[in-house]
């Protein structure tokens, strides 16, 4: 009887304690950090948030190349966000250092870097101010498409990286406590076993 | 609070894991039936209270209930907090697995350290007294954790004042709240079962 009053009370509090939890604005809870990045012309710009949400101020940004080799150093600004000139066309791998121990990064990859650049040659040459109508070639088209593409893709990328900020969903949550209690009777499957076994031994 | 992974070196890493394995060992030698469905409880607790987030603070600090761990179980914290950072590892990316051990001894470390100093003081007679016990054990376990975090980045780059500083710091809120939270777990748990809170020192086990 004891035993059960107690599972009772623990599994009373338990539900509480989840309810509490599910009551609260899920999405703006979790503890990470993660840092974005994307090229736009020849600059890198670079976005850091803890998963709540809530920009990384003040944090520290390098930057390595493919042989991890750093090229630069910087810190975030107010927003959270920090920007550089492309140091060396090569992949990029782009650290953050927010103190306490968190830390994330985001490599761009060294085709997205000369695409960006190539695009951004393309829309200073002297061609692409004259009338449409007069020549474009196979190549001019192509570029002109994959560079209004980046422009109408970018918020989409923006949003993607956002959604990869966010915090655990509440299927995740329940699985977890479920998990621990599942262990929980595994833990005490075995442990009865023992004791009926002892029991045994005694009565023979 | 939780470290990232790819933040520490090997040492530390193994240090961590090797002292997290022994407090394991002994609070696996403390357990039994009975107390498996509180140990199961608890870490339960201790999995979705990370997810309560704080807003205070300049950075993203959320409860970590190490207290009420340490005071309720003793020993068997560290298990218990294992369990809970190995699924919040697995399932929200908050630290990682190969930085289990390290997070594990910061956790659970001071939820021991703070049994051992206020577990007598909480099962005391005296109200005051025991709920004056009771708030210090949740305040001083999130302090040091806060300690601990900080030594442990003590080895990476980073100086020990300025970082423990800023941990603690961060953390105000959070003591404080724990330990109101622990102050109204203990005097409800006095008054509905009062030898849960003395129950480890009644056996002597």
């Not at chain 1, 750093?70 to 140091?87: A, H, M, N, V, Y």
């Not at chain 1, 699985?175 to 009777?185: A, E, P």
Request: charged share 20%; net charge positive.
């Amino acid at each position: 009887m004891e035993k059960v009053r107690r599972i009772q009370i623990s599994l009373l509090i338990l539900f509480v304690a989840s309810l509490f939890v599910i009551s609260i604005d899920l999405p703006a809870l979790a503890h990470k950090v993660t840092i974005f990045a994307w090229v736009e012309g020849d600059t890198i710009f670079t976005e850091s948030k803890f998963s709540g949400g809530k920009r990384a101020i003040n944090a520290q940004i390098l930057v390595f190349d493919s042989q991890g080799k750093q090229l630069l150093e910087g810190e975030t600004d107010r927003k959270g966000e920090f920007s550089f000139k492309i140091p060396r066309i090569t992949d990029l791998r782009i650290v953050l250092n927010a103190a306490m121990g968190h830390k994330a990064e985001w490599t761009i990859p060294e085709s997205e870097i000369k695409q960006a650049i190539g695009a951004a040659e393309n829309k200073g040459a002297p061609g692409s101010s004259q009338p449409i109508a007069v020549s474009l070639n196979k190549e001019e088209i192509k570029k002109l498409i994959e560079d209004s593409l980046d422009r109408k893709l970018r918020p989409i990328v923006r949003m993607m990286a956002e959604s990869q900020s966010k915090g655990p969903s509440v299927t995740e949550i329940i699985g977890g406590i479920g998990y621990i209690f599942g262990l929980m009777g595994v833990a005490l499957y075995f442990m009865s076993r023992g004791k009926k076994k002892n029991r045994e031994n005694c009565n023979d | 609070m939780h470290i990232s992974e790819g933040v520490m070196s090997a040492p530390v890493l193994i240090t961590g894991a090797a002292l997290a394995a022994a407090g394991i060992s002994v609070g696996l030698k403390k357990m039994d039936s009975d107390k498996i469905p509180e140990v199961a409880v608890l870490s339960s607790v201790f999995f979705v209270a990370s997810l309560i987030h704080v807003p205070i603070g300049p950075s993203s600090v959320h409860l970590i209930i190490n207290g009420i761990n340490g005071l309720l179980l003793g020993w068997l914290c560290f298990p218990s907090i294992l369990v809970a950072l190995t699924l919040q590892a697995i399932l929200f990316q908050f630290g990682g697995i190969t930085v289990l051990g390290v997070n594990t001894v910061n956790m659970a470390l001071p939820g021991v350290i703070c049994y051992y100093l206020f577990g007598r003081l909480v099962s005391r007679e005296r109200r005051i007294v025991s709920l004056v016990a009771a708030f210090s054990c949740g305040f001083f376990a999130v302090l040091f954790s806060g300690i601990l975090v900080a030594l442990s980045l003590v080895f990476t780059e980073e100086s020990f004042m300025p970082v423990a500083k800023l941990i603690v710091l961060a953390h105000m809120p959070v003591m404080i709240i724990e330990g109101i939270i622990t102050l109204f777990c203990v005097a409800f748990l006095k008054r509905v079962k009062p030898e849960l809170l003395g129950g480890i020192y009644g056996k002597g086990s």
